[in-house]
């Protein structure tokens, strides 16, 4: 559904409040998501599982994430966001107390798969900052929210220096004697439980502390939500693109411990705490930058130079010329994805009512551009013993993702008000 759809009410000024408490408690989300990723590198060592193994554990956050982002968007957008935060962050803590008695590798792909509910709590705060900020301020609003990215590298630093520094000993050493214990649960499993408090404190603050808009629009029925999804391309196109731009942060999240460990032999922690962790930052730090210049520039100008560049990027790492290449290569790549991201997400009100569901549905694409391009990794490390072809087909992914912003192939041309509203300060 376009925007033609009449408003039944002025749009609401913005709220602080709302968009601090979102960004914390998606930071939050984010970094239980990232504690999966964080581990994998300890897990090999300590299970003695493959490379592929490790990948395919990886690949159960933005998997389950994928699955639930649909639902959750819809309901974001027909009961609110605060009441379905909430219950999205009290429903995290049950895997996390779950994961304190995690010890086989069933076990982690369980704990694994339910964690991804971290990542999706993306789609619930995008729907609930955007329904108290207008059009001429979503593209700022939404990329500050976004800076909740972050939470990854928080996950990411947090758990191996828990792990090496407080809970389980040295790095990846079972025979160890753990430095910490609760009753019959000891080391490195307490990791779970650190996690799950925060979580449930976020739960009740964000129930008492933020509010939906005081004049709502009439919520859209069922049938309304479900409509946009059969509209015609153009949301199809859209998710594609959120697909290729948040997708690199699912998708390298996920592999670069790994990949960096059994490619280039860098030191686990080191994989886990300051690369992967780095270029988490990196897309943090782009997405406000780019939600601001959404705000003022043409989008779709903006896609297809990001694009673009990034294109030329994956290139670089289809080469593999060396560590050093590879790296700079992921972090230029993570710099692009955070003002891609904030960029597509900027579009998704400029043609869409139905904010929630549209961003469930490119946030899905998004988690599950992570988990496949994990598994083409993983594939790519059995068939052919190395990762040449898994970036050659993300190379694929991003040349076709400039294409489409290039061309602005199925954007239909906007209407006056909305074209106002994007280009206002």
């Given amino acids: 559904m376009s925007l033609a759809h009449n408003d039944l009410t ?6 602080m409040r709302v968009l601090w408490f979102a960004f914390m408690a998606f930071s939050l989300g984010f970094a239980i998501w990232g504690m999966f990723s964080a581990l994998g590198p300890f897990l090999i060592k300590w299970y003695h599982l493959t490379p592929s193994e490790a990948l395919f554990l990886a ?17 974001a957008d027909r009961f609110g966001g605060r009441r379905v935060f909430t219950i999205t962050l009290v429903l995290i803590t049950l895997p996390l107390i779950g994961g304190m008695f995690a010890d086989s590798y069933f076990a982690f792909l ?17 729907a609930h900052v955007s329904s108290w900020y207008p059009k001429s301020r979503q593209g700022t609003a939404l990329g500050v929210f976004a800076l909740g ?22 790095a990846g050493d079972l025979t160890q004697p753990a430095k910490m214990s609760l009753g019959s649960i000891a080391g490195w499993h307490l990791v779970f439980l650190i996690a799950a408090i925060p979580t449930l404190i976020m739960a009740v603050c964000y129930w008492f502390f933020t509010s939906d808009p005081p004049k709502r629009k009439v919520p859209l029925t069922l049938g309304e939500i479900a409509s946009v999804y059969k509209s015609g391309p153009l949301v199809w196109i859209v998710t594609y693109l959120y697909w290729t731009s948040f997708g690199t942060l699912t998708f390298f999240s996920a592999t670069t411990p790994t990949y960096l460990v059994d490619r280039w032999g860098v030191d686990p922690t080191e994989a886990s705490m300051l690369f992967t962790a780095s270029l988490v930052v990196f897309v943090a730090f782009m997405r406000p930058i780019g939600g601001w210049l959404s705000d003022r520039l043409e989008p779709l100008k903006m896609l297809a130079w990001l694009f673009g560049g990034a294109a030329i990027f994956t290139v670089v790492l289809l080469m593999e010329f060396s560590l050093t290449a590879q790296v700079w290569s992921i972090y230029a ?16 009100p400029m043609y869409f009512t139905q904010v929630g569901a549209v961003s469930g549905l490119a946030k899905a ?10 598994m083409v990794m993983a594939f790519s490390k059995n068939m052919t013993q190395g990762y040449t072809l898994g970036f050659a087909v993300w190379a694929a992914m991003n040349l076709l993702a400039f294409y489409l912003a290039y061309s602005r192939k199925g954007f239909p041309a906007l209407d006056d008000d909305t074209q106002m509203a994007t280009a206002a300060a």
């Fill in 149 to 170: 990215n972050i939470g990854i590298s928080i996950g990411m630093i947090t758990v191996p220096f828990l792990i090496t520094q407080v809970l389980g000993g040295p």
């Fill in 365 to 374: 694409a998004g988690a599950a551009c992570g988990f496949t391009m994990t």
């Fill in 10 to 15: 002025a749009e609401p000024n913005g709220n």
């Fill in 110 to 126: 369980c704990l694994g798969l339910f964690l991804g509910l971290g990542g999706a709590t993306f789609v619930v705060g995008n």
């Fill in 59 to 75: 690949a159960m956050p933005p998997f389950f994430a994928t699955a639930v982002s649909i639902p959750l968007g819809i309901a």
């Fill in 333 to 348: 790549m993570a710099l692009i994805s955070g003002a891609a991201s904030a960029t597509v997400i900027k579009l998704i």
